[in-house]
């Protein structure tokens, strides 16, 4: 069982930046990929970017060259630096895990979720 709680998110001007913060329980941390997905008012939820044990790392297009996710595995923990923020960008966002190493963009393919933190980008 891994239990997972974001942080980090906030209201921000357009071209700003946050970091979101991912704390997982477990002793397993490690093991799992951890994805970052993200769900706007009205839309449905898509994948942000995602990071495998082996720190493999993967985006949607949107998001490339200007979010960043990284682990450290020491604090169990899963972060989303993100800047250049567009008010598209505007969504809650979820931290996920799951023991797959492929098929990563797929959220049916994560077992455990947190909360979620919202991030609103002004323009």
């Known amino acids: 069982q891994v239990q997972l709680v974001e942080s980090g998110g906030g209201l921000v001007q357009a071209g700003g930046s946050l970091r979101l913060s991912c704390a997982a329980s477990?002793?397993?941390?490690?093991?799992?990929?951890m994805g970052w997905f993200r769900q706007a008012p009205g839309k449905e939820r898509e994948f942000a970017a995602a990071?495998?044990?082996?720190?493999?790392?993967y985006y949607r297009d949107s998001v490339k060259d200007r979010f960043t996710i990284s682990r450290d595995n020491a604090k169990n923990t899963v972060y989303l630096q993100m800047n250049s923020l567009k008010p598209e960008d505007t969504a809650v966002y979820y931290c996920?895990?799951?023991?797959?190493?492929?098929?990563?963009?797929?959220?049916?393919?994560?077992?455990?979720w947190g909360q979620g933190t919202q991030v609103t980008v002004s323009s």
């Open positions: 996920a895990a799951t023991a797959l190493r492929s098929n990563v963009y797929f959220h049916e393919n994560y077992a455990y």
């Open positions: 477990g002793r397993t941390f490690s093991s799992y990929t």
């Open positions: 990071i495998t044990s082996i720190r493999l790392t």
